[in-house]
């Protein structure tokens, strides 16, 4: 009896059900690792190891970018879904691509970018699997004018805790199609989505940078200028203290036209094949990333920006996924690992986030370059991250002295002022803040159950943090 | 699930009076932490601890479990599942000092305490292991001793039971590699609690907050084994490879 197999490979399903070795699984940040039972699965034999799964239930994995948590099941079966960008099917007419769940935005867009299209919403790291970008609701530097990954999906092939599979979308079965987008993993595993693509006549952006030089001047710069941007994001110093407090570099842009690129580019107007340059060796016996190296960093990055300068050249690669350059940097951190902290804050609470960056300077604590976002109009999915406001994304080590604390301190100026944490990034915070930063839980959790009455798709994060029991 | 800090949501102190278990389990607890249980052999004399560590958010109870009792072991670990799930970090805090002269004319009681040292704790020990497999993940954090590292005439019963403990905590430990959990040897001095009150103080004495303290950072950073105090490591290593008609000699108490 085979149950899940890659490439003609089938895996008894005794072996699913409990013998499979548990190998050790973490998120991108390396910590609260957790052992799982990790398969390889394609979507033809997909239903059998759902069905027959062991007790502690099944989850999909994509490329475990998710910080934290998310893309881990302890004692349970973790499915990794096989898939090949050259299997998607573009549709010229409608610009849209149906592409497999497991087959990687930087796999996609080797096949579409030559093709004249663009993944709608990218993250910052272009190995991210569209079954994670759903589940994730993941947003990118578009979400002021064009809204998360969700907000760009027509339809998913799901397959369901029974077995089944299903086609869901926005106009169709939409209780369950929003409960997926940024679900998680949590209601079912995405096999297939079409999405709709961005057409583009470069492979190269078109973009503008501006120095800010405190925090008031960037929230003010990103309030009057960013919807005349279709990408904008700024790169904060959080060591900068004092009157360079929240100083910052705000890049915005749009694609390039062909019209607008300039000598050898012209040539080959679509040509891409972004490279990673160097890999971070496997073993890293002790962090390297403290206070003075990512002080002297940020300060090198801050003085290098130019104070305004438009309408520069930049690749897709460089623009959107500069950290892509380096393999597994995320070994940087030491065995200890690190926690990525973001949350939002609405509109109108801009002084919660300025006492966050003060909390932040003040501590010392080694953090590179943090992002900030302003988000657009939310989507219909109770469980997506973005909402209108301000989002700040940092890295630190998760040995600093104190951040533990700091960060439950952090967690309640964020939630009183109505703001949340993104679950994807998460790898610290409680039940009881994703329960006052997602009000709409037990409407998820309603539609959950329906699909999923008896529990089959879990995961770490689920368990951790009460969304699901 | 612990957080990516380390701290727990679920905790289990086998030994719930134990006076270096409450100071670790003190060290323990954060905003993150969900549920404390306490397994004692009379479950109502852990009141004082319950309402030491009660606090917003975090459950406290405490449950009757017998360490020289094997029998109840798989039973005990599973009813503490049913009652909080997932079970991040147990600590086996159990254990009797006895004393040697009684010992020396008394092989029953010698033989009851080497059951709760050694035999309850590799019963108890294994049913969590197993848990732990299950769940993929946990840490058993296991109070052995230095007594077991070069067994002294002085308290030969005790401090031989603490090396078989010693000795099967690593080899759990090693077992368990690639599953997701994890053991931590614990192995203090002399330590100043309930055990060894109106004992004089052996040298490198400490205390069960200094336990504590050294416990938890041994587990945050991931080590297999703890000294406390660190001196000591180097101290037994010297003293382990004494000559025995040396050993014999020293004035160890
Ligand atoms: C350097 C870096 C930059 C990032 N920048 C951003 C950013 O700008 N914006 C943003 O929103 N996020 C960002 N992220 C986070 C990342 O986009 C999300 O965590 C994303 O979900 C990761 O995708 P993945 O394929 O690695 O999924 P994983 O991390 O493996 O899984 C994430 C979740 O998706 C679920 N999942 C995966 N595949 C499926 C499937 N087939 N069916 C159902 N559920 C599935 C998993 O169960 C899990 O819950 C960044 C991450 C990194 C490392
Ligand atoms: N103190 C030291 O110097 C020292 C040094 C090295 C190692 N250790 C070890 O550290 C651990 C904790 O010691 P401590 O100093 O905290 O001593 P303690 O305060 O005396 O605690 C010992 C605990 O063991 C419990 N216990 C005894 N027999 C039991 C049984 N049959 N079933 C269940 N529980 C039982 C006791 O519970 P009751 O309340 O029911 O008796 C008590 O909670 C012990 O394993 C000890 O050997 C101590």
Redesign the pocket.
Known sequence: MAAVGCSGVAVPVDVVNKQVALSPLTGWGRTGGSGSSVLPASSANLGDAVVHGPDRGVLMRGLGRSYGDAAQNGGGLVLRLAGSAGDAILDEATHRVTVGAGVSIDDLLRVTVPRGYFVPVTPGTRFVTIGGAIASDIHGKNHHGEGSFGNHVQRITMLLADGSTVEIGPDRGPDLFWATVGGMGLTGAIIEATIQMIPIETSRCIVDTTRAHDLEHILTLMDEGDHRYRYSVAWIDLMAKGRHLGRSVLTRGDHATVAELQGAATASPRAYDPRVIASVPPVVPLSVINTLSVKAFNEFWFRKAPMYRTGEIHSLAGFFHPLDMVGAWNRLYGPRGFVQYQFLVPFGEEEALRRIVERFAASGAASFLAVLKRFGASNPAPLSFPAPGWTLALDIPSSFNGLSDMLHDLDRIVLDAGGRHYLAKDSHTTPHAIKRGYPRLAEWQAVRDRFDPSGVWRSDLGRRLGLID | MQNAFGEPQTILL??????????IVGKLVSPTCRNVVL????PS?AEPAIAALRRDGMTVTSIA?????PLTHAEFVADVVAQVGDIDVVI??????GDQATFDHDPVAASEAV???YV??VSVGLAVAEQFRKQGHGQLVV?????GERVRKSNFV?GSS?AG?DGFAQGLGDSLEGTGAKVLV???????????AGLAA?PL??T?DA?AEATVKALRSGRRTVWVPGALRYMFIVLRHLPGAVFRRLPLG
Do not use: E, Q, W
């Open positions: 086998l030994g719930g009076t134990s006076d270096i278990g409450r100071a397994a004692c052999r009379t004399a479990f017998d360490a020289s009792a086996v805090a159990f254990g009797v000092l059951t709760i040292n309850g704790a109070l052995s001793s230095v007594a005790y603490k403990l614990v192995r203090p001095g002399f330590v100043h609690s309930a055990m060894t052996a004495s400490t069960p336990v």
